[in-house]
DNA sequence: TCCCATGAGTTGGAGTTTCCAACTCGAACG
DNA sequence: CGTTCGAGTTGGAAACTCCAACTCATGGGA
């Protein structure tokens, strides 16, 4: 806990700072499909305009997307995915899971995964590097500072 | 996409229509971490007292949540999480994941994992379960009707 | 008996974000 | 000359969030 406030120190919240004002994730998840443009952008997301210039600065300023100016008169940009912006990409394909389990009855979106000659769809989960598990089987009571109690 | 708007359907979208709303995400994780009463959770998180409690509404109307009574007179009420609710517990820990690898020093939280007698420190990756793989190895265009193009 | 504490909220009002439609700016196209 | 493209800005309204204070029922202590 915060010794003051009582607020739990978090990786979560720490995270969620950064990717959860509204239309960040979503952003994200356009420039993983490769989809590098403003107006692109607006499209497929639904995100107001002012808001998506907005996040983009903010997306930027933390480092996980990158502006690139693709031609010089008129100026134009294009946004791309940093290497830590890819590193987003397990909490977007988690989410998509998420959803695809309890929200829709169809999965909308197959991602292919494996070599590009023998690729299968992408089945996401999350296990432990160390023994191989899933994560959320024989899951304990954490330790550390922001632990309960 | 969605014929007439543009706008792209996906099961990310759908999942941030539940989890994406401030303080929701934090609460999911207050619940995992079984800290079930109102007051902790706002002592815990930080979040307004009246947020914290159209949240709750929120996530026990799309059954992530359930209000138990635990006491009569007079009338109290705990929170816990449904199977649902548990399900979000990969988001979770990709969040956390993400926090401890780009936005924190150290590491405030480590679940355990494994047999209760032979625990060792969680370490989350997405894999697939079909090959075994890292997820974002080997990731490529996605199909289907959100697909971009 | 009176006063305070606990726990799960609700209320009113101020402050902050988000949304929306319309506008800009420079260059190319017809 | 008028239109389109692409990457934004702008102003004002609507929605959401925050905060401190209040409620309501009961139990405990002086």
């Given at each position: 806990m915060n010794a003051d406030t009582g607020v739990r120190p978090c990786s979560i919240a720490r995270s969620m700072e950064v990717?959860?004002?509204?239309?960040s994730l979503l952003v994200l998840r356009e420039l993983l499909f490769e989809n590098h443009r403003f107006d692109a952008i607006v499209k497929a997301t639904g995100a107001p305009r002012d808001i998506l210039a907005t996040r983009l600065r903010t997306l930027e300023a933390n480092g996980l997307v990158e502006r690139r100016r693709y031609q010089d008169r008129p100026p134009r940009f294009a946004y791309h995915l940093t290497a830590r912006g890819w590193d987003t990409a397990e909490v977007l394909l988690s989410l998509m899971a998420f959803g695809d389990r309890h929200l829709s009855d169809e999965r909308p979106v197959t991602w292919q995964h494996g070599q590009p000659d023998h690729p299968h769809p992408l089945d996401p989960v999350l296990t432990c590097r160390t023994c191989g598990e899933p994560a959320t089987e024989g899951l304990h009571e954490p330790t550390g500072p922001g632990a309960p109690r």
């Open positions: 990717l959860g004002q509204r239309w």
